[in-house]
């Protein structure tokens, strides 16, 4: 038999016309570690197939999303390579390719007050956010800037025993301390969720419930435990100077000793207030000294919040980094001690930089609106105990997913940062965008090719560190000028 031409045309076009109609039924699947398949699901196995809309979709960056990246790198790179600069050299960048600041209605009142903050005679900022800020990273940078235009010197907080290197001063405690955190599942968290205002807590002793261990605590030998404090020796000169020390602890229910050594000189002695409640410990020095040793002595460890090495005025910036954490913890802390320590820091500023832990499991836009609600929750908890405060929330980064072996930003996290922006400036929280001012959607996989970001297509390298940081600044430093 015969077959003609056309009817071989015709069997073409009804075999792909046929394959195309299979892309309508073809639908996404997730699987492991947050990725994306498109195919149909027989059993546990995926067998790979289009859907439609990934058929007709141009994955590729187009050449002018590539230009306006390269634009947006080039135009601030020039910037960060002057780390004294106290304010950005506009004759040097395009102000107009800077993602600005979104505010409240009353935007204009909103800068004015939090300038007026700034250049108080001091300024304490929280900057609290997940693993992107470890080690101080983007707080160094906004600090130096800050520090640079209103003054102020010193790190800020530090935590005793540290799960991740710090680069703001060198911190080195004995073996007998361990951590404990209200973000952290491996260990168990405290009944009196008493983590203080910086949410970790750190001891030389093991817990004990006074009432409950009475007996043996009174067999307990003393312990011993030291803290050795020395300045950084990265980055920025301003790290290096602080000679106002604070020691934050509390549930201290036995006599605990503290000795402070500097450079080897015994300089102060005293006991520890025993009556349960927070305390600051302060030690005032005339400069900065080049090595610091704090030793403790007791049966048992009160929690201590954590160390501040500051500056005596001027701008003091806490960088409070929450590994795995999505902002939504505070609400469950002990309120009568986090407040207790806010009226001690009395902080002016608040940053929050959350978002990035909840994009692998939002499923829809309803997932992101229940988030977007709980963590304004979570920030109005932290406003009651600092009502005065400004707040600013710096929204998630791009984020990139395995799409049929392509890597590209999860679909719902344009959605999110927009949700995210409107919830905090109805909630009179400015928002910065940090997911746009990097480039937008599928910018990440940019920043990684330029080594501005890890191979993990999630975190900053150092270089990219101080890239998005001056974005930042800049965006809030034109505010703030304007102002004026």
């Not at 004990?208 to 000169?237: F, H, R």
């Not at 302060?282 to 000294?289: A, E, G, R, V, Y």
């Not at 080049?290 to 090495?309: C, Q």
């Not at 909630?427 to 090719?449: I, L, P, Q, R």
Request: with cysteine; aromatic share 12%.
């Amino acid at each position: 038999m015969k077959i003609r031409p056309i009817e071989i045309s015709l069997y073409i076009v009804l075999a792909l016309f046929a394959l195309l109609m299979l892309t309508f039924v073809s639908k996404v699947n997730k699987i492991a570690d947050g990725k994306f398949q498109d195919g149909f699901l027989v059993y546990n196995s995926i067998i790979k197939y289009p859907t439609t809309s990934t058929f007709f979709e141009d994955s590729s960056i187009s050449k002018d999303q590539k230009m306006d990246l390269e634009k947006i790198v080039s135009n601030i790179e020039t910037v960060v390579e002057d780390k004294k600069s106290k304010i950005p050299d506009f004759s040097k960048i395009d102000s107009t390719q800077i993602e600005r600041i979104s505010y409240p209605e009353s935007s204009s009142e909103f800068i004015q007050k939090l300038l007026s903050q700034l250049q108080s005679p001091e300024c304490r900022i929280i900057h609290y956010g997940d693993s992107q800020l470890e080690g101080d990273r983007i707080s160094a940078y906004l600090r130096n800037r800050l520090q640079g235009l209103y003054g102020g010197s010193g790190p800020g907080f530090i935590p005793i025993k540290q799960v991740y290197n710090q680069i703001s001063a060198v911190v080195t405690p004995s073996n007998n301390w361990q951590r404990y955190a209200a973000f952290d599942p491996s260990k168990p968290h405290f009944k009196t969720k008493n983590y203080g205002a910086y949410l970790s807590v750190s001891r030389f002793t093991e817990l004990y419930d006074p009432i409950v261990d009475s007996l043996a605590i009174q067999e307990l030998e003393p312990t011993i435990a030291t803290i050795d404090i020395s300045p950084s020796t990265k980055l920025y000169s301003k790290l290096k100077n602080y000679t106002s020390i604070g020691v934050h602890y509390g549930n201290a229910t036995l006599p605990v000793n503290i000795k402070v050594y500097s450079s080897g000189v015994l300089i102060k002695e005293e006991l520890l207030e025993s009556d349960g409640k927070y305390h600051c410990y302060k030690i005032n020095l005339p400069s900065t000294p080049a090595n610091l040793r704090l030793e403790f002595e007791g049966k048992i460890s009160p929690d201590f919040y954590g160390l501040t090495l500051d500056g005596s005025k001027g701008i003091h910036l806490d960088n409070v980094a929450m590994r795995g954490n999505s902002g939504t913890t505070f609400a469950s802390l002990n309120s009568e001690s986090f407040g207790s320590m806010y009226q001690k820091l009395n902080p002016k500023v608040i940053i929050f930089q959350y978002g990035g832990n909840t994009v692998p499991y939002l499923k829809d836009s309803l997932q992101i609106k229940n988030y977007s609600n709980y963590l304004k929750n979570h920030i109005n908890w932290v406003r009651r105990k600092s009502p005065d405060a400004s707040i600013i929330f710096v929204g998630p980064s791009d984020m990139t997913t395995t799409i049929n072996g392509e890597l590209k930003s999860y679909a719902l996290l344009h959605y999110l940062d927009e949700v995210l922006k409107q919830q905090c400036v109805s909630n009179n929280v400015a928002y910065w965008s940090m997911f746009k001012a990097m480039g937008g959607e599928n910018s990440m996989s940019f920043w990684v090719d330029k080594k501005l970001a890890a191979n993990d297509y999630t975190h900053f390298t150092p270089q990219g560190t101080q890239i998005i940081s001056e974005l930042f600044f800049t965006a809030l430093y034109m505010d703030l000028k304007s102002s004026k």
